[in-house]
């Protein structure tokens, strides 16, 4: 089983695939001041929650990217339920490899928990803004470091986090600055982590050969990221999303 399958196993039922409250989504929406006439485009979309509700409740349009096929599918019929699939599409594709058109532009470009696909927060600046047209803005999510000192053992697993002074100076330093920032709280971590766990769970007690990798592959999965939450993520990694905006 690659890991691309365990995420859509752990992570494909949950609305939304990142440590997030819906009034937080509205609220970095509303901030950024979304609304009819403008466009986003969210690479790394998931399941199509966050588009879709700032699509129902702003208006905007857009378009969603995902490398994963059945989290597409997810996405098209979340968009459908909402009532706004005239306005927002999604697109099978590894957003890394996304070829856009010479006058694709868009009022915002989002990655929230997909920094990943470009190798860090600075990679994933440089490529939103290749989408932005005059006078737009960028929101990433992504996790940081709560404290400077981390047990050495966990901060090894983790060298790509970084501390929220380093993704400041970040930004600041390709142009752009910081206008607000949204932090997931303890409980939106824990209801994230906990939908995890169970998805897992509810995976195993489904299978009837205890004794297939995938099997093996799954537990062993499940066992070590409650691990980490439990012994250092809840203490050390935060989560917040970044709404970032061109120099004046």
Known sequence: MDFQQIVSLSQGPLSIMNPLSIEKV??????????????????????????????????????????????????SMTLEELGV??????????????????????DFAVALGASQIWGGIEETLKALSEYLSDGGS???GDRYWKKDLVPPEFCRQWSEILTEYEILQIIKDNGYELRSLIRASDD????????????????????????????????????????????????????AMYLITPSQ
């Open 188 to 239: 939106d971590w824990d209801i994230y982590e906990s939908g995890i766990w169970r998805n897992c769970q509810d995976w195993l007690a489904a299978q009837e050969d205890r004794e297939s990798d995938d099997y093996r592959e799954v537990l062993e999965y499940f066992h070590r990221i409650q691990d980490e939450y439990i012994a250092y993520g809840r203490e050390y990694i935060g989560w």
């Open 138 to 140: 960028i929101i990433i």
């Open 85 to 106: 699939s005239d306005k927002v599409s999604v697109f099978f594709a590894n957003a890394a490899e996304y070829e856009k058109d010479d006058s694709e532009t868009y």
């Open 26 to 75: 509205l609220y970095i929406g509303e901030i950024a001041g979304m609304a009819e006439g403008k466009s986003v485009i969210d690479f790394g979309c998931g399941n199509g929650t966050v588009l879709g509700l700032w699509s129902q409740n702003f208006g905007i349009g857009g378009v969603g990217i995902d490398i994963r096929e059945d989290a597409c599918r997810t996405a």
